[in-house]
């Protein structure tokens, strides 16, 4: 297989759920951003905003406004992985973007049909120029899960993400206090065609 540096950090980035307390630095960040914004988008659309949280008071009120929201809007009948998550959001040190210094919000306009695809791509953008900058991240969902949630929606929108926007994901980002294993990529998912 090609080695270089694009191709070996793609398979050395694992998604990470233990980070230190040491925040990146202001250079960092504004790298990720960049790396978000240069990310492909349909139609070169741009519609996007990506909202990145140092704050960590801030953080916390997030987070207890998901383990509330998570009471009132996951459905006790939907899939095993939010119901494992809503699960776990009654524990009283439930943190859903594992403590990272760092949150950035990817949020889209509504109603456009590729508003998750262009904020998924950017998303791995900043997980690749992490990557490469020895810091750790992880695709972060609760935030998508309660993106109706109206109290939730209120406060993001004090924070000066749009109402009408859909929260499409989040990225949390930091130095890595834990390896994460790589699980093992499923055989059969490839099919060429020459
Ligand atoms: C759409 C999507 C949603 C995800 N949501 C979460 C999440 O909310 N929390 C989490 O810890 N990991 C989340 N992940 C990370 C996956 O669990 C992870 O990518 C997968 O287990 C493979 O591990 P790796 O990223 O280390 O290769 C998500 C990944 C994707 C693509």
């Known amino acids: 297989m090609i080695q270089n540096e694009i191709v070996n950090g793609i398979f050395a980035r694992r998604s990470t759920r233990k980070f230190t307390e040491q925040k990146i630095d202001d250079v960092q960040l504004e790298t990720l951003l960049e790396a978000a914004r240069w990310a492909p988008s349909g139609g070169n659309n741009q519609s996007w905003l990506f909202t990145a949280i140092q704050n960590k008071e801030i953080l ?24 494992g998550a809503k699960l776990s959001s009654q524990r009283e040190d439930y943190n859903f973007y594992y403590h990272a210094p760092t949150l950035i919000i990817a949020s889209n306009r509504p109603n456009y049909e590729n508003a998750m695809a262009d904020c998924a791509l950017a ?33 993001l929108f004090e924070l000066g993400i749009p109402k009408e ?30």
């Open 60 to 83: 916390l009120k997030i987070n207890k406004m998901v383990r509330e929201g998570f009471q009132i809007w996951i459905p006790d009948d939907d899939y095993p992985g939010k119901q």
């Open 123 to 155: 998303l791995e953008n900043i997980f690749l120029a992490a990557q490469s900058m020895g810091l750790g991240s992880c695709y972060i969902n609760q935030l998508h899960w309660l993106r109706n949630d109206t109290k939730l929606r209120d406060y």
């Open 165 to 194: 926007h859909t929260i499409c994901s989040s990225a949390a980002i930091g130095y890595i206090g834990k390896e994460s294993n790589a699980p093992l990529r499923k055989e059969g998912t490839v099919h060429i065609i020459k």
